[in-house]
């Protein structure tokens, strides 16, 4: 028997999706793909792990994107400078873990990305409502 509580809703302007990844498909493929399309602008993509993180973000660089991470083995002063790049535009990319998901305000992102499914349902709010603040439409998309 399971049963679950809801405390909080997601907000009625984020679209939310997921993307199946079948038996055989490459996972940094299919994200490849997506990030390549236009509306995919102000991208926040969200791992689990530190090192899951550190080396999705230089994948995503090795192949062309401009892309920089925000995890706990950085300093305070490269998270802030990563932070920094991602507000000002001088990448479009910001591969985090959940370190971003809660407290930081960072306008006009097109799309979160759960690359990797939070922990629980409190997560899942906390990342998606990176997207989608004030009057901006967002969409959340979670790879499964």
Do not use: C, W
Not at 60 to 77: M, P
């Amino acid at each position: 028997v399971i049963i679950s509580v809801k405390t909080r809703e997601t907000a009625d302007n984020v679209d939310q999706d997921i993307i199946k990844v079948t038996y055989g498909q490459n996972k940094t493929e299919v994200l490849h793909d997506m990030l390549n399309k236009q509306e995919f602008e102000k991208v926040l993509i969200f791992g689990r792990t530190k090192m899951g993180v550190h080396r999705l973000s230089e994948d995503l660089q090795r192949r062309g994107f401009r892309a920089e991470s925000i995890h706990g083995d950085k300093t305070q002063y490269q998270r802030q400078r990563s932070l920094k790049s991602f507000k000002e535009g001088r990448v479009n990319i910001l591969v985090a873990t959940d370190v971003a998901a809660r407290g930081l305000d960072i306008p006009n992102v097109s799309h979160v990305i759960n690359y990797e499914a939070p922990d629980n349902y409190t997560d899942y709010v906390h990342r998606i409502g990176r997207t989608g603040r004030g009057n901006n439409i967002g969409k959340a998309l979670t790879f499964v």
